[in-house]
């Protein structure tokens, strides 16, 4: 069975940085698109940034030029770097991924606990 655990997340102020980590463990035979989303109470689930297995990325236009997402494949591990961050910033950040597991015929979309990010002003 797969798990992603992501760790990372904390309360700092306005202007300071965070980095989170997913790491996915289990039956994976390869792990494919990954992203990062962040969800506050009484809204939608919403992506924040998205890497391909090749390093391709994407980015909410709220974090661009602030955020960097970024994967080291043969650790199955994604990382979030969080600079300049705002209390708009706060909320669960969630990893997800789409993997491939051990003896399958499709892949799965599997997703982290979540973890808190609390930016004070």
């Known amino acids: 069975q797969v798990q992603l655990v992501e760790s990372g997340g904390g309360l700092v102020q306005a202007g300071e940085s965070l980095r989170l980590s997913c790491a996915a463990s289990?039956?994976?035979?390869?792990?494919?698109?990954m992203g990062w989303y962040r969800q506050v109470p009484g809204k939608q689930r919403e992506l924040v940034a998205a890497?391909?297995?090749?390093?391709?990325?994407n980015y909410a236009d709220s974090v661009k030029g602030r955020f960097t997402i970024s994967r080291d494949n043969a650790k199955n591990t994604m990382y979030l770097q969080m600079n300049s961050l705002k209390p708009e910033d706060t909320g669960v950040y969630y990893c997800?991924?789409?993997?491939?597991?051990?003896?399958?015929?499709?892949?799965?979309?599997?997703w982290g606990q979540g973890t808190q990010v609390t930016v004070s002003s």
């Open positions: 890497i391909t297995r090749d390093g391709s990325t």
């Open positions: 997800a991924a789409e993997i491939m597991e051990i003896g399958a015929i499709r892949k799965k979309n599997f």
């Open positions: 289990g039956s994976i035979f390869r792990p494919n698109d």
